[in-house]
């Protein structure tokens, strides 16, 4: 597969970015599901609000990384 002339961001970024993105929607789903299935999984319910938050945390921080991804990565041309 070769990179077209006119597309302006490589293959290559594309697919990190999409990465981020299903990371952050499963960490936030992942978050969601131990808060409301603490008690099928036997856990208590202050170390499922922790872990939970936890999991919150990641999915913001990976948005977050999304959304100054051409800040924090600017090419110098």
């Not at 999409?18 to 999984?41: K, N």
């Not at 990384?65 to 041309?77: P, S």
């Amino acid at each position: 597969m070769h990179p077209r002339s006119n597309d302006p961001k490589p293959a290559g970024e594309r697919v990190v970015r999409s990465v981020f993105a299903a990371m952050a929607l499963l960490s936030v789903v992942g978050g969601l599901a131990i808060y409301l299935l603490q008690e099928q999984l036997g856990i208590p319910s202050d170390t499922a609000r922790i872990v939970s938050s936890v999991f919150l945390l990641a999915g913001i921080a990976d948005t977050l990384v999304l959304y100054f991804w051409a800040r924090i990565f600017r090419r110098r041309t």
